[in-house]
């Protein structure tokens, strides 16, 4: 529709689904070569390349993974004697500070902790950003919190990338955390041309900063933004989605919605409680073994677990029942 594919800034989750999306596109349109469908750290990693001088780095900087950057907290509290914290923990609370943009003061001097551990934590927290600065180095969370700064500090770059970006996507918008917020909030401030897509209701990852609460901004920061529900589903029957919405309708601030069907009823949902893992895993085997009998091949069954520890009993109870 004689947009520049350049002037639309796609963003999503994972390499592998940036991957994907920019292969499908360059299918439809000739030339196409993707540069901004990109995860939220490499489009600010991109940016941060162009202007990050201007925040005293070098445009060369480097990028630690959280193994290095374990590998340096270890290292600072080996050189000052201080072991209060485990460095996984330091990591931790070091992340949930930049993925909130809070003040380091605030943020570790309220915490739940004796007063030697916190006082210990946020002098810890300054040698580390000292030592990556000498370094010429960020962290992942640096790459936002920094292009954040970048855009505050220096209107003139976040008017450059305002009147690039003359439409932004954000895919799995329930996934993001506060900061990622705020950096899309601001680029799209200007022509406020934004389209996100998102479920409240399918967030996982609050352990990683990630904060559902963020469609309820959207819609409060974008008051003449247009809501699609997509309530029908094509995949499950209604017993199924009946329990889903049951189960979702508990959730807090979360925008309503119902799922339906044209697929029918569909078999009822068999809810088994175990005791344990053993026995869980025994009951999975015992109705793998009846399905056989009833005609079913092994191949018709399928087991799903949450986690791989969980796959260990799994394992051995079909082992047992001589199921392959």
Known sequence: QGVPADSILAITFTNKAAEEMRSRIAQLIPRFDGRWIQTFHAACYRILRGDIKLLGYDSNFTIMDDNESKALLKSIQKDYQDFQSRPEDLLYQIKRLKNTLSNPETFFLSQKAPQAVRESNLRLFKVYQSRMRELNALDFEDLISLSIQ????YPEVLAKYQDRFRYIMVDEYQDTNYSQYVWTKL????RRSIFVVGDPDQS?????????????????????AVVIKLEKNYRSTGNILAAANHVIKNNRDR??????????????????????????ACFVA???????????SYKDCAVFYRTHAQSRAIEEALVRNNIP
């Open 187 to 190: 680029l799209s401030s200007q």
């Open 150 to 153: 970048l855009f505050k500090e």
């Open 255 to 280: 925008e309503e919605k119902e799922l339906y069907t044209d697929e029918g009823e569909g078999e009822k949902i068999v809810r088994f409680c175990a005791q344990d893992s053993y026995q869980e």
């Open 204 to 224: 996982i990852y609050s352990w990683r900063g990630a904060e559902p609460y963020n469609i309820k901004r959207f819609l409060k920061d974008y008051p003449e």
């Open 286 to 296: 015992e109705n793998i073994k009846e399905l056989a009998r009833d005609g079913l």
